[in-house]
């Protein structure tokens, strides 16, 4: 590869072209005595086992301590700062809340003054509606009234006359009636006029047959 890039000189391409390349770019020849990522490990280093340094078994207790130490710190400021972000925005929610509530309860006020002052209104028309409809009621019930006692005179005075009728009728036919006073001559008035009820009549009920009288 650095072959293929030496034969890629500064001769090779025109200024322009290095001008357009930014400050690293694989066209880029490597510096002197660094490899690429791409080359293998030196012959001299490639059996090396790379360990890693001794640590100090009290060093590290204590390293670990302190970290665990500092997390514990790190996640109580996080808390408390997450809290009093909290905090701070219920705070503001609340505030937001009451001044909502505020205009909220101005305007139900209002509503409420307003829905009062047409339930007033609609009272008083339905007041005078029903007034008005118990005033007609009580003029049609006297007027029924009346008119059912005029009906029942009317029919009284029709009663009494069929009555009267009665009476003059009956009192017409008393005077044929046999009393104690007129049952003399009644008696002679029959038998100076005998009457003859047996007899026979035809289908037009004309007298066929009449006997004699003894």
């Known amino acids: 590869m650095l072959a293929a890039l030496r034969c890629c000189g500064p001769r090779s391409f025109p200024a322009a072209f290095y001008e357009a390349i930014p400050a690293w770019s694989p066209w880029l020849v490597p510096s002197r005595g660094r490899k690429s990522r791409y080359d293998p490990p030196a012959k001299s280093k490639a059996s090396r086992l790379k360990v890693p340094p001794p640590v100090d078994p009290a060093e590290l207790y204590v390293v670990t301590e302190r970290y665990r130490q500092h997390r514990l710190?790190?996640?109580?400021?996080?808390?408390?700062?997450?809290?009093?972000s909290i905090f701070r925005s219920e705070v503001v929610q609340r505030k937001r809340e009451a001044q909502r509530?505020?205009?909220?309860?101005?305007?139900?006020?209002?509503?409420?003054?307003?829905?009062?002052?047409?339930?007033?209104a609609e009272n008083a028309r339905q007041r005078a509606r029903r007034e008005e409809r118990i005033r007609k009621e009580e003029e049609e019930r006297k007027m029924q009234k009346l008119q059912a006692a005029e009906n029942k005179a009317k029919l009284m005075e029709a009663f009494l006359k069929e009555k009267e009728?009665?009476?003059?009728?009956?009192?017409?036919?008393?005077?044929?009636?046999?009393?104690?006073?007129?049952?003399?001559a009644r008696i002679e008035?029959?038998?100076?006029?005998?009457?003859?009820?047996?007899?026979a009549i035809d289908k037009e009920g004309r007298i066929v047959k009449r006997t004699a009288l003894s």
């Open 73 to 84: 710190v790190l996640s109580a400021l996080r808390a408390l700062l997450l809290g009093s």
């Open 101 to 120: 509530d505020a205009e909220d309860s101005a305007a139900l006020s209002e509503e409420h003054r307003l829905l009062m002052a047409w339930n007033d």
């Open 165 to 184: 009728k009665e009476v003059l009728q009956l009192q017409e036919e008393a005077k044929t009636f046999i009393t104690p006073e007129n049952l003399e």
């Open 189 to 199: 008035e029959c038998l100076d006029n005998p009457r003859n009820y047996n007899f």
